[in-house]
């Protein structure tokens, strides 16, 4: 089975702390994506990746960074979290070769920020 | 620029009943269309999809939706809806390089 893994389902953190979230997809696939999900708003992108060491911002980058250091592998950073940060976040990865826009989604991981 | 509008928030049919989720589409390019569902506690799968031929397309668990060009509408269908079906639903298009932009979500509701 083909796979996206987020490293953590649940998370509670504390305002100004630095937050880590992990995604690993076993596809080889070339383009990886971080969403953010809020009730009401749908799906907002925050970053996304075409390649190793290549991010773009996505329509939301503001308090997130992202690292891609293997093909492999897309982490989400949240460098002071805030309140306003608690959601859920998904990350998902495509074929780079095809333009159909068909997306591999992980299971989420829900960030609560106190 | 792309963007996609979910009518209706809610949605609740009965058991057997027609399943009609409404999504209308803006696009400056020929769309590629989607439809995601997201189960309780999970992450988005794949539905359906349109690119380019068929106008009408089956996607999977009976579902199916139709690509208008001129109402500019891609409507997801069913016509029995099963307790199984409960979920949430996403509309999305697609610009360049796969970048998808989605809609705000159905959630449909079966009841008995």
């Known amino acids: 089975d083909v796979k996206v893994t987020q490293s953590s389902r649940y998370l509670v953190k504390r305002t100004g702390e630095k937050v880590f979230l992990e995604c690993v997809q076993d596809m080889d696939h070339e383009n990886m994506f971080w969403y953010r999900q809020d009730p009401g708003l749908g799906l907002r992108l925050i970053y996304f990746?075409?390649?190793?060491?290549?991010?773009e911002k996505g329509d939301i980058p503001e308090g997130y960074s992202v690292s891609r250091e293997k093909k492999e592998r897309f982490s989400l950073i949240l460098e002071s979290a805030s309140t306003n940060q608690t959601s859920m976040y998904l990350c998902?990865?495509?074929?780079?070769?095809?333009?159909?826009?068909?997306?591999?989604f992980g299971e989420g991981s829900r960030l609560t920020v106190l | 620029a792309q963007s996609v509008t979910q009518l209706g928030s809610h949605v609740s049919v009965s058991e057997g009943a027609l399943v009609l989720l409404r999504c209308n589409y803006s696009s400056s390019v020929p769309p590629y269309l989607f439809w995601y569902v997201q189960y309780p506690n999970q992450g988005l799968q794949l539905l359906l999809k349109?690119?380019?031929?068929?106008?009408l397309v089956k996607g999977i668990n009976g579902f199916e939706a139709e690509f208008k060009k001129s109402e500019t509408s891609f409507h997801l269908t069913k016509p029995s809806a099963h307790m199984s079906d409960a979920a949430e639903y996403f509309c999305a298009v697609s610009g360049p390089a796969s970048k998808l932009t989605f809609g705000t979500g159905t959630r449909l509701q079966v009841t008995l």
């Open positions: 998902a990865s495509s074929r780079g070769t095809e333009n159909t826009g068909e997306l591999f």
């Open positions: 349109y690119t380019t031929g068929a106008t």
């Open positions: 990746s075409y390649d190793v060491k290549m991010k």
